[in-house]
Nanobody, 115 residues
């Protein structure tokens, strides 16, 4: 069974940075486009960044220029470097296949941006 375990979230002030990590297991890591999703309270989950098997990345307009996704095939990990955080980035961040996610979602990581 596929498992996704995200980590690296926390409480940060506006303008701060974080680096999220997601460990992927139970699947052929290199076969899929993977992505980072986020869900804020009361909102639907949204795809904010994705990276293809060959390393091509794509971002939602709301995070373009501030988020950078990467993957390490040797470690079965994907990462999300987040800079210039805004309060509206507050959400639970999770990883999954993209652009279509397949349950189970696994463990997400909370980011709270507040002064």
């Amino acid at each position: 069974q596929v498992q996704y375990v995200a980590s690296g979230g926390g409480f940060v002030q506006p303008g701060g940075s974080l680096r999220l990590s997601c460990a992927v297991s139970g699947t052929t890591f290199s076969s899929y486009t993977l992505g980072w999703y986020r869900q804020a309270p009361g909102n639907q989950r949204e795809l904010v960044a994705r990276i293809t098997r060959s390393g091509i990345s794509n971002y939602a307009d709301s995070v373009e220029g501030r988020f950078t996704i990467s993957r390490d095939k040797a470690k079965n990990m994907i990462y999300l470097q987040i800079n210039s955080l805004y309060p509206e980035d507050t959400a639970v961040y999770s990883c999954n296949t993209a652009p279509t996610a397949v349950p189970p979602w696994g463990q997400g990581t909370q980011i709270t941006v507040s002064s």
